[in-house]
Each structure stands twice: as C-alpha cells, then as structure tokens.
C-alpha cells in the first residue's frame, strides 16, 4: 500500500495528480474577464466550467489573457468541464470535448466529468467553432 501526504488544501484525485479542494465555479458568471484574473490572483486554482453555463469560450479567453501574462503557467490551474448530456454516445464524447477545448482555448483538461446521467438527444455542433448561437445543447429547460 501507498501513502500520499497532501496539504489539507487539496484532496488527492489519483495517486499522480492533485486536486484543489476549493474552486471557482463559472455557472451564470457575467464577466469572467474581470472575475478569472481576480480569482487566479487571490490564490484558486480549481476553475469549474461546462458547456452547459455557455460562457466556456468567455471563461477561455479570460483563462488565456492570464496565461499570457505569465501569472500562472497552464500546470498550476486545474480545469473542470463536463460533457453535456447530447454527446453521451460513444461516437459523440470526442465532439464535445474538442468543442470544450476549443471553447476553452485549452489543450487538455484535468478533470471531465458526465454533467447529469440522463442522455439527451444529439446536437449536431461543430467543434472547432467557439461559442454556441443558441441553448439547443441543453434540453433540461
């Protein structure tokens, strides 16, 4: 058996990786190119996002501007997103990751996770276009 010691600010998510016990969570957030520096600034690391909030490529941008500006580097951050509930079949998980990154600005996550057990209908997107024109990806309303 192996023991991890972490700092009690952190929990471990698998023997090689740590994760940020607190995070920013961007769901209805208005301006993430005011609020992401400011919280990267105050110290999170954990940034919550998903399809589903539509602001993923506001948040990315944001997320970029302070990644350009050397305040953190990408391996300090640990971003969250979730797949959303149209791209559940196998075929369709690597759309919705490619959009989230895309979106995102990204080139990996560190943690993807099913945003709600249920499967909706397909949405057919396009990846590599950020933003989405309408909420059709979200069938929860």
Same mark, same amino acid.
């Given at each position: 058996s192996q023991t991890v010691m972490v700092p009690s600010s952190t929990c471990v998510s $698998? !023997?090689?990786?740590?994760?940020?016990k607190i995070g920013l969570g961007t769901y209805l957030l208005q301006n993430p190119a005011e609020v992401i520096p400011r919280a !990267?600034? %105050?110290g999170y690391r954990r940034i919550d996002c998903a399809p589903v909030y539509?602001?993923? +490529? =506001? *948040?990315g941008d944001a997320m970029q501007k302070v990644l350009e500006s050397k305040t953190v580097k990408r391996d300090d951050l640990f971003i969250v997103? =979730? %797949?959303a509930s149209p791209f559940? #079949? #196998?075929?369709? *998980?690597?759309?919705? %990751?490619r959009k989230t990154l895309t979106d995102l600005r990204l080139e990996y996550l560190d943690l993807y996770l099913v945003h709600w057990p249920v499967a909706f209908e397909y949405v057919d997107i396009d990846p $590599?276009? #950020?933003g989405? =024109?309408?909420? +059709?990806i979200d069938d929860s309303r």
């Open positions: $698998t !023997i090689s990786e740590i994760m940020p !990267i600034e %105050l539509f602001n993923e +490529d =506001k *948040v997103s =979730k %797949l559940h #079949r #196998r075929e369709h *998980v690597s759309i919705g %990751l $590599t276009v #950020r989405y =024109k309408n909420e +059709d």
